[in-house]
């Protein structure tokens, strides 16, 4: 079935360094993928997405990019700041007329001053 | 738009007593979804609705547990007969289409079970 597997955590980084989040999936035919991030005592909402091979899915400085020959979908940030912290899910959603995700297990990213 | 609401925020109960939780969706969202989540893992989907109509229940979900969602506007999760194992925080979203959409999150109902 459909999977997603995500680099453990957490992740601690300084003020403007660059972030690299890992996720990987495993799915038959053309799936979507999401990214979604929880902040401290907030509901998970929609970072990005990418819904075809090769497309880019970027908002808020963030990135990732749909590669189908690695199955992956790694997040990125070139200068993260405090206000990042967060927990990040990497989610995918099957061919076919459905709203169901599938998330990863989370990554909680920790920036320090 | 005030978001996805859900009720109550948290819930304590004794193993073997019987829990329903609600969710008010966004008013014009015709898709309700309910997720499972427990510490430092991602959401589990339970079930969805469109309308009125529950389209999809996961193979995980035992006989103890039911949905609803009448008029096709809120919806209710019922768990029955308790146990420990279901101590988790329960999700819902909303959205509307017919599936490429975005999906809005509540902040979630956390049952502990004693």
């Known amino acids: 079935g459909n999977s997603v597997t995500q680099m453990e955590g957490p992740v601690t980084l300084s003020e403007e360094a660059f972030l690299t989040i890992n996720c990987t999936y495993t799915?038959?035919?053309?799936?979507?993928l999401f990214w979604y991030v929880q902040y401290p005592g907030e509901g998970l909402q929609l970072l990005l997405k990418a819904t075809k091979a090769d497309d880019k899915g970027s908002n808020k400085g963030f990135e990732a990019t749909y590669r189908k020959e690695t199955t992956s979908f790694h997040l990125e940030k070139g200068s993260v700041q405090v206000s990042d912290s967060a927990v990040y899910f990497c989610a995918l959603r099957g061919s076919g007329n459905t709203g169901k995700l599938i998330f990863g297990q989370g990554t909680t990213l920790q920036v320090k001053p | 738009d005030t978001g996805v609401s859900q009720n109550p925020r948290h819930k304590i109960t004794k193993r073997g007593q019987n829990v329903t939780f609600r969710c008010d969706p966004i008013?014009?969202?015709?898709?309700l979804y309910w997720y499972r989540q427990t510490l430092g893992q991602g959401p589990e989907f339970l079930t969805y609705?469109?309308?009125?109509?529950?389209?999809?229940k996961s193979r995980l979900l035992s006989d103890r547990f039911s949905a609803e969602r009448p008029k096709g506007s809120f919806s209710t999760l019922e768990i029955q007969r308790t146990e420990q194992g279901d101590s988790a925080m329960y999700l819902c979203a909303s959205s509307y289409g017919t599936g490429g959409e975005k999906l809005f999150f509540g902040s979630g109902t956390q049952l502990s079970v004693l």
């Open positions: 799915a038959t035919g053309y799936p979507s």
């Open positions: 609705f469109q309308n009125e109509a529950q389209l999809e």
């Open positions: 008013s014009e969202h015709n898709r």
